[in-house]
């Protein structure tokens, strides 16, 4: 079995930062590209930050320049950098691995999600 934890969610402020931390667990061979994604309420979930194996990243258009994404394929793990927090960032951010290659196939795997609630 595979997991994805996330870690480092919680309440900031505008203008704040925090960094979001998704630790991949289990009987894993590789992992393709690794991304986050958010949904706020009421609305649908949607991509925030993706990043290959090779370090080839792409982000939304509404967090270009705010946010940062980077992994450590030695611990498997994605890291989400967010600066200058705003208001329309409050969403729940889940972590996933649409790609990830164990002894019997491969497997899309999504974390549980972590709260982010920008509010002053």
């Known amino acids: 079995q595979v997991q994805l934890v996330e870690s480092g969610g919680g309440l900031v402020q505008p203008g704040g930062s925090l960094r979001l931390s998704c630790a991949a667990s289990?009987?894993?061979?590789?992992?393709?590209?690794m991304g986050w994604y958010r949904q706020a309420p009421g609305k649908q979930r949607e991509l925030v930050a993706a990043i290959t194996s090779g370090g080839t990243t792409n982000y939304a258009d509404s967090v270009k320049g705010r946010f940062t994404i980077s992994r450590d394929n030695a611990k498997n793990t994605v890291y989400l950098q967010m600066n200058s927090l705003k208001p329309e960032d409050t969403a729940v951010y889940y972590c996933?691995?649409?790609?990830?290659?164990?002894?019997?196939?491969?497997?899309?795997?999504w974390g549980q999600g972590t709260l982010v609630t920008v509010s002053s």
């Open positions: 996933n691995a649409p790609y990830v290659r164990v002894v019997f196939g491969n497997l899309e795997v």
């Open positions: 289990g009987s894993i061979l590789s992992i393709d590209a």
